[in-house]
């Protein structure tokens, strides 16, 4: 059995393991931005497994214990599990603050079923390019059970717009962002971690790394890094979630297929999106048709029916009828999507975001942008705890960005969950719900809402004449409902009983 040695604590990276007997590699210049990037050294711990370590500091400290708050004689060590817009966000913040960062990623070309909407906010916040805005929608229907259609957007200004992206567009340029800021990049499949020395040592994260020049699984090698602080942005069904004992949530399953369609129906969504509410669709979601570059996003989702997912998307196609008619399926796609925040996001020195959090949106299923923010809100939460890398964080450091998060969207979560409730409860009450959307008022509300992430005073006037209204929609659903369709729950603070 072949023996093994310990590395030390702060090694740069390098994209192979080396050999004993292999020459040291010539590393050519960088640019002036990724010269700080880490470089793995590794060791062999047979059978093709190999360590990524680092090399600062003396033996004996590789996996000392170290307290909260102590300072470091080398840079803390974060590692991102999961590559989407949660994970690359948390690794450009700890990258730009001086961390030793690191990001596994086991798809790079990840297509996740996804409607691509992003708010307008975001596409400042996050400085995006327009590149890879595939379609500014400045239009949307809403169409009720019984075909009914609403126009929405009339009270958008000339310069406002729903961004539409695909996932693995702008994925990629997430990642690459934050491997500019000094991030190493691994693209592997993350296996698990476990913790040697207690709760206040170094986690050890397990990896299948794939071969780097072809990115397969043929060359894959099995490898081990270890890490001070890890952000588990590895999605609904989240392996770091259950390390952590993170609880279970509901989850609904999106279904899409990506539709290719000739020029002239390809014209008609060129800035519009349509939304078809109804049981025949979804018992509790939407269906949708949006615009990409060159095809139309079609696809539905359901929480409490998992099962009939095809039956659902094979009526949405129905239901938008000769508008698709005749375009080719070139792709189709699946995936789980929470419903609610986990009952933990912290544990220790692990914190959760994204989806591996739960945080999707009850009624509207918005999930990228809250996925990008909460991934830096941690990395900027680990930055300032550890001082730009200097010292070691805590529990204690992790929660300040769970803290500004309930406080900040909490809110937002509750009010959707009840609006959904309410209104997705029987195909009555969705007739109602198009119809309040009708509203110029209700349309300016949401859509200031929704594209600033901001809650928008209401004209107290205007308020009560649109809560009468509610009540009435609610009182028109509730006589004409005839059964009781199963309900979701939301989740509850962290810490709630």
């Known amino acids: ?102 990001m596994i990623e086991r798809k790079m070309d990840n297509c996740k079923p996804c409607g691509g909407a992003i708010p307008l906010c975001m596409i400042d916040e996050f400085d995006l390019p327009s590149e890879i805005i595939d379609r500014k929608v400045n239009r949307m229907k809403m169409i009720s059970p019984s075909n009914v259609e609403v126009d929405i957007g009339e009270t958008l200004k000339p310069t406002e717009y729903i961004g539409m992206t695909r996932r693995e567009i702008l994925d990629d340029f997430l990642r690459k962002r934050a491997e500019e800021k000094g991030t190493k990049v691994i693209n592997g499949l993350f296996m698990g971690m476990d913790q040697q020395e207690g709760e206040k040592g170094p986690w ?27 952000i588990g942005a590895d999605g609904a069904n989240s392996r770091v979630a259950k390390i952590i004992g993170a609880g279970d949530y ?23 999106a349509e939304m078809y509410v109804g049981d025949d669709v979804s018992p509790d979601f939407y269906g949708w048709v949006f615009p990409k570059y060159d095809h139309v996003g079609v696809g539905t989702g359901t929480v409490i029916n998992k099962p ?46 994204g989806d591996a959090a739960g945080y999707v949106t009850k009624c509207s299923g918005e999930g990228i942008y809250f996925a990008a923010k909460s991934g830096r809100m941690a990395g900027e939460a680990i930055a300032a705890g550890s001082a730009n890398g200097q ?74 004449k649109l809560l009468f209204s509610t009540i009435g929609s609610i009182l028109r659903a509730n006589a004409l409902r005839v059964t009781d369709g199963p309900s979701v729950t939301f989740g509850k603070r962290e810490g709630q009983a």
């Open 204 to 230: 050890t994260m397990k990896i299948n790394e794939y071969d780097a020049v072809n990115g397969n699984e043929k060359g894959m090698k099995k490898t081990e890094l270890e890490v001070d602080v890890v």
């Open 1 to 102: 059995m072949q023996s093994t040695t310990k590395i030390q604590s702060g090694a740069r990276l390098q994209s192979r393991p080396r050999m004993a007997a292999a020459a040291k590699p010539t590393v050519a210049a960088r640019p002036a931005a990724q010269q700080q990037a880490p470089r793995l050294a590794t060791r062999h711990l047979g059978a093709g497994a190999t360590l990524l370590a680092s090399k600062r500091g003396d033996l004996s400290r590789v996996h000392a214990v170290i307290q909260d708050g102590a300072k470091l004689d080398r840079p803390l060590r974060v590692a991102i599990v999961g590559g989407g817009p949660a994970g690359a966000c948390a690794a450009e913040e700890c990258a730009k603050a001086g961390c030793e960062t690191y």
């Open 250 to 272: 509901d989850y609904a399953i999106a279904y899409q297929e990506r539709i290719a369609i000739d020029d002239k129906k390809m014209d008609f969504y060129e800035n519009l």
């Open 391 to 464: 010292r070691m964080v805590g529990e204690r450091d992790l929660r300040k960005y769970l803290s500004k998060w309930d406080r900040t969207y909490w809110p937002t979560y509750k009010v959707l969950d009840i609006l959904q409730k309410v209104f997705y409860r029987s195909n009555a009450a969705r007739e109602a719900f198009v119809e309040m959307c009708s509203s110029q008022y209700v349309q300016r509300m949401t859509f200031d809402s929704y594209l600033y992430k901001t809650v928008v005073p209401g004209n107290p006037l205007d308020d009560i």
């Open 308 to 353: 009939a997912i095809k039956k659902y998307q094979d009526a949405i196609r129905s239901r938008a009828g000769d508008k698709i008619e005749g375009g080719k399926i070139i792709k189709i796609e699946a995936h789980p999507i929470p419903e609610h925040p986990r009952p933990k996001r912290i544990q220790g020195r692990v914190a959760l975001v």
